[in-house]
């Protein structure tokens, strides 16, 4: 699945298939994601925290994003471990629009 959003942060190509790249609150590494749209104008992502909130896979919004680094397969948010812990759960399927 390929991301097609052309206007995205800091280091981030159009096209790029973020799946698999670490995620990192401003506090610390909270996951990867797991999925990501390939429609324009979808703006979300999926993450996947693995055991850190017990396997929980929540939404992030695209505009949450300050920096990506592919060197580094990382994604920056301008999120909290905490506000991210409390953000909506994504259970299959499709993410809401």
Do not use: C, N
């Not at 052309?6 to 670490?22: E, M, N, S």
């Not at 580094?72 to 909290?80: F, G, K, N, Q, S």
Request: net charge negative; charged share 25%; no cysteine.
């Amino acid at each position: 699945m390929e991301l097609q959003v052309d206007v995205g942060p800091p280091g981030h190509l159009a096209g790029t298939d973020l799946i698999g790249y670490k995620v990192e609150a401003v506090d610390g590494s909270i996951g990867k994601v797991d999925e990501h749209p390939d429609e324009v104008g979808d703006a979300y992502l999926v993450v996947d925290t693995g055991v850190w909130i017990f396997g929980k896979e929540v939404l992030l919004l695209a505009g949450t994003v300050i920096a990506v680094a592919p060197e580094e397969r990382t994604i920056h948010v301008e999120r909290t471990k905490e506000q991210i812990k409390d953000s909506p759960e994504f259970h299959g399927g499709h993410a809401p629009r």
